[in-house]
């Protein structure tokens, strides 16, 4: 019985965050921010460490790892708002062709996707969020037709990975003919998501497996690592707003001294810290205990995601007027766990998804 | 209780009405426009500068904040824009026609009526912000001018602005609320440095100001030299009297009822989606509740009694209230909730992202909630202020 | 435009508080709490105010006043936890008579009830909360059958007001044979409420209006009412922490002087204070705009069920230890608090009633 | 990460559920059944005083929470009583173990774990709550004895209690936290008088205890005279160590999910209403996430880790998280859920009620949540204290 990280594990994640520290600081993601599709360097440095082929079988490059190293790598990410392509590209792409590509399909894509030369895009919104606008896609004849929102790591994505709306899975070139690729700016600049049309695209089915059990395996691991993702983020902001506090003097003593401030600091952490063990669990169910999966991998999005609403807003009060300003660039961690609030669905459909997998209602 | 208006007050609100048909096509727009001619056409009519007397450029009518709320309320459904309302109007005007002397009053509060000079307001600083009487722009004599140095910071409109109203120390040996004065200079002075300040928004609505040996005739202070705190804090007292919307929160439930009805989710409306709907009722009934509450205080105004502790919350709760209104707007829209700036599909132009960042910055600003909550405890509660620390 | 309460209005209130501090101390409501049916010395006082007949017209004996008198004589009622009739006997019964009773129905009650010579009880739960344990009253041949639960005033009641299953109202005799009581014990101990079984009881019909509109007005003014009572109990938990803080010490200081305790309780009021200028409106909405009165009504119970839960467990906190104990009582205001939430429909049920008001949703 | 126990504790566990089939029948229940017999069953068998050496009368077996934990688990699974866990054997028996002379180890500990003596806390006073070394009760020295005046308060067991152990100011002259001796005296000695203390539960769990002229030997003191306070804390560091339902939240849980699927409104299940099953969805989530936090930290202590500020949390949250899911079950229950005590349709016998008050007063006793957010700021965030007020 042992609940806790591996001392490789432990080191897995300081790798990543002494990298990001030396490679990814506030300035460089200032200058990606809405600007670059992602921070190639960054990304080139996470690649020298394995991160991209985090959960890809060694036999096709990657590290082989479980779901729970891959959340603390997106963890790492989220403490760093760092602007790099992973959960879609890193963990659901992997994923989809694990569990339903076949032979071929995996010795095509998984190492060019381990390595980092091929950066996938992932649309499975409508599936895990609900269609907005009518979204959806339709396959015929290996051609798939329709709109895809949302679509995750959209920029600079050189595949997608699209489900339609029988959650078939489909691999798609960012090239094909008759595919229209709309980026979509959100408060999240560190993200570059967007919106695919296909009209009549040639597509290439995944469909060694069970496609729906796959896409929803996809939709959980997601919600960990954004959940992960919002851990990073919000255990940043506090320990910021912490050491603010320490420092800030207002009416000839430091803010921290204040009750107020102090309660609002504890309050914040006693709130973050059983996320991390809820996501923990989490992570490792879906690989150990699949039957819970679905059910832990909403509880660890819903529940973070509105702890992560909480620590952002706590964490700029605390910074009083800095917190609200650019420069010390705080809003990108508020900016990072508001998106991941909503992505891959907010908590009320997580939730519901929850009820749903414990049998309390039907579908 | 009464909510009906007496006939005076029935008679006016047609008469605002009729000038609102009448003037509505010929109104300002947004950026189009001439707001300076705009804003003579309602002073003339009692629309704006209403109670500031005739010989300083205002319409001078008796103070009556029904008739206030009246066209507020109908300038609002017409969709006209009200009078200026920069922080010269709302603040400093006041201030001189309680502090300021005649030359000052003669001087600057026609044309700050008219717009013919913006202002903007020195008050906070990177260390002075909660703490404001702590500030440390220095203002030292030298002849017949004061030299200023130091910076600051919020500063709204200094990039538009003609002159600044300023907090200074003009006396460094003093206690820290007797050594500030309180200036009125222009912002072209040389050695003023104005920097856009970024925020979470993305926009830059507020500035930095830095003044390096700025010099300024000693003559332009407003009340006593050394008085600058009292001064400010009586500006300060009408910061809260600024006219807006009086019932923004009514508009924003609006709008999120028509988003609930009409958004859809896998085909369906989201008020048909029972969690959403018991969280909007929540914000309903808080709307009404700060809806009626901002009647209760109109009607204590009109009847000169003291809401007391009813008024103090106003601040804390109305600003939350707001950001709340935002979070839900989000969370309803979902993925569509987190688009920004120009996206496509975007809602309401993302005025809801917009609001739920500005909003915190309002419950940060002009006194954090903390600040808010002290303030309710202590006044309104009449509880003891914290303990001064023991010097260590 | 007037939103205030009338110089009469503050007087009446005022002479109400003061009347029950004179014969309703906390000793008084302890020793009728779970032992008498209601403090008659008590009532004996208010009738001298004329609060039983408060919202009865004048040719019936009563005060003829609005509904929003009636809100002010019930906060002064929660401030006291005063354990007599009110809600019930002296605002929803004479409503129902003056709504749909006969005039030989008005002069044969009214004058008894606005006197105190009569208590009724009123048995509306079903219609207002919902059913439990498929409780409801069947009338056939003016004789009812059936179970009504959670009956407000039930202690000491002479007569009952009865709602059947379609919306129509009964008075029943206290007497009447086949007539079942049952005393329910609940927390809130300065209230009894109680189950009523009818087996072919005799019923006398109030059949002269439209009783379904009249049944929903009693729900109305009972949330309203109920809201109420809860303004004041939560008020004086207010004023009852603050004045402990300032007295109690630790640590060498008034705790009152802590920016913890001092924050909690500006939380209170600013919570609070906004629920009275809402229960306000819902109460004059109730005469004037009836149209908003079931929307009102409602969000003024939920809102301040939600407001009083809130301040009844911090004022509690406030208080420290000593809260939690018997010593000071305040537990008495925390379960009047308690019980006026789920009375009459919890906040969840009362806010769907205030969707499908709006025509937000069907029924 | 690794749920699964190994073999070694597996068969441990094996063992633990052969002892209970074996003598789940012959177990107390509530009030009946001889708990002192089974006491000593436990004690042998090593489910009780498992880690108190031998020759104190324990079993003597190495500290292992995973072999702790293993017991508490298949005890509340087969539904058997725990080993007896009144304060003596929680706090008192560690404490002694650790600070106790060799004779009041030998003369104490063995009938405290057999249950032989009771023993109740002295800590608490009217006066010294939070600020528990401000306490007042004095013991002034006369002969070979203390005379102990004063008043206590929150004692829990004291009327059944055989002994005391209670803090008294010896050394009146002293600074606050260095005047405070630990004392061991009898609650039969003339001069005590127990009043039971009611709570907002109806329920006297409390008592107050008053102290006049009790005569106490001052050889019955552990540790140093004047060291009261730091033996004291000792003690409290092991309330913390008290076992009880390892995961008493997710009991709780499991009883409001049936609770929610066989209740009804007008006929329909309260899980098919979606803003109630909402709510229970996010408490779901909280329970889980204290459960596996739990594991986290049982797993660090394994590890000889120290978790910080992941330890310090626990009781705000647990608090907190237990009171909410008694809340949510009787809004769930609505008109069901106000009942109490031995009323018709009463459900689960008023539990839900008795935890909504008992859980509050458990988060305002043995530190306020104000108190647990000062530690965690500044034990686990380290952030300063609040500076000492100046003298007025």
């Known amino acids: 019985m042992e ?17 990001l520290e030396r490679v990814c600081p506030l300035e460089r993601v200032r200058k990606a921010a809405g600007h670059e599709p992602y921070a190639s360097d960054v990304l080139k440095a996470l690649v020298e460490l394995g991160v991209p082929g985090i959960v890809t079988p060694e036999e096709f490059g990657g590290l082989g790892l479980s779901l729970l190293d891959a959340a603390l790598a997106a963890e790492a990410l989220g403490r760093h708002v760092a602007p790099v392509p992973f959960v879609a590209s890193s963990v659901l792409a992997p994923l989809a062709l694990i569990g339903v590509g076949s032979d071929a399909q995996k010795k095509m894509y998984l190492p060019k996707l381990a390595s980092g030369e091929l950066i996938a895009g992932v649309a499975i919104s409508e599936q895990a969020a609900g269609a907005r606008e009518k979204a959806g896609i339709t396959a015929k004849g290996g051609k798939l037709s329709g709109k895809a929102m949302f679509v995750l790591e959209f920029g600079g994505a050189n595949i997608f990975i699209v489900a339609d709306k029988f959650a078939g899975l489909h691999i798609v070139d960012a090239k094909a003919k008759g595919l229209e690729k709309i980026s979509l700016s959100t408060i999240d600049a560190t993200r570059a998501i967007g919106e695919l049309n296909f009209d009549n695209v040639e597509a290439e089915l995944l469909s060694s497996g069970n496609p729906a059990a796959t896409l929803e395996r996809m939709i959980d691991a997601g919600r960990i690592m954004l959940a992960a993702d919002t851990l990073g983020a919000g255990g940043r902001m506090i320990e910021k707003a912490v050491a603010y506090a320490k420092e800030r003097k207002q009416f000839g003593r430091v803010i921290g001294s204040f009750q107020a401030v102090k309660h609002l600091c504890a309050e914040m952490i006693a709130e973050l810290e059983p996320c991390r063990s809820l996501i923990w669990y989490a992570a490792y169910a879906f690989d150990e205990f699949p039957g819970q999966s679905r059910r832990m991998a909403a509880h660890a999005k819903a529940h973070t995601s509105e702890v992560g609403t909480f620590v952002a807003r706590t964490a700029t009060e605390v910074h009083g007027g800095m917190g609200f300003t650019d420069l010390l660039g705080l809003h990108y961690w508020f900016k990072r766990i508001g998106f991941d609030r909503q992505a891959l669905g907010g908590p009320e459909k997580v939730r519901h998804d929850a009820a749903v997998a414990q049998g309390w209602i039907g579908n | 209780m009464d909510l009906s208006y007496s006939p005076e007050y029935e008679a006016f609100r047609t008469e605002v009405r009729a000038f609102a048909k009448q003037h509505g096509a010929s109104a300002p727009r947004g950026a189009m426009g001439d707001m300076r001619a705009w804003q003579k056409l309602l002073i003339s009519n009692g629309y704006a500068a209403r109670t500031i007397p005739k010989e300083y450029g205002g319409f001078g009518a008796e103070p009556d904040v029904l008739k206030s709320r009246i066209i507020a309320e109908e300038f609002i459904a017409a969709g006209l824009p009200m ?6 109007i709302s603040m400093l005007v006041p201030t001189l026609l309680e502090l300021g002397s005649e030359e000052q009053k003669k001087k600057f509060i026609g044309p700050t009526l008219r717009g013919e000079i913006i202002w903007c307001q020195g008050y906070s600083e990177p260390g002075a912000g909660s703490d404001l009487a702590s500030l440390t722009t220095r203002a030292v004599e030298d002849g017949d001018d004061f030299v200023i140095n130091g910076q600051k910071i919020w500063t709204s409109t200094a990039a538009q602005a003609d002159m600044i109203f300023c907090l200074v120390r003009t006396e460094a040996d003093k206690p820290k609320h007797e050594g500030i004065s309180y200036l009125l ?15 979470m928004t993305g926009r830059a609505e507020f500035n930095e100001v830095f003044f390096t040996d700025v010099r300024v005739p000693k003559k332009d202070i407003v009340g006593e030299r050394g008085q600058g705190w009292f001064v400010a804090n009586a500006t300060l007292k009408h910061e809260r009297g600024m006219l807006g919307d009086p019932n923004q929160a009514g508009t924003r439930l609006k709008a999120l009822i028509d988003l609930m009805q009409n958004e859809e989710i896998d085909g369906r409306r989201l008020m048909d989606n029972p969690v959403f709907r018991d969280r909007l009722l929540k914000l309903q009934a808080r709307v009404h509740a700060m809806e009626f509450h901002g009647l209760r205080l109109l009607t204590a105004g009109l009847r000169g009694e003291d809401p007391g502790v009813a008024r103090l919350i106003v601040k804390l709760m109305g600003c939350e209230l707001n950001h709340q209104l935002a979070a839900f707007a989000i969370d309803a829209l979902g993925e569509l909730g987190i688009l920004y700036s120009g996206s496509p599909h975007l809602r309401a132009s993302g005025t809801w992202q917009t609001s739920y960042m500005f909003d915190l910055g309002l419950i940060i600003g002009g006194g954090t909630a903390q600040i808010q909550k002290n303030i309710i405890s202590e006044r309104g509660l009449g509880m003891p202020r914290e303990p001064k620390a023991a010097k260590a």
């Open chain 1, 3 to 19: 609940f806790g990280l591996t001392s490789d594990q432990k080191m897995m994640q300081d790798s990543i965050n002494r990298t």
């Open chain 2, 83 to 88: 009078g200026m309302a920069g922080q010269g």
């Open chain 2, 185 to 199: 200079f222009s912002m072209k002075m040389p050695g003023i440095e104005v920097r856009p300040l970024v925020t």
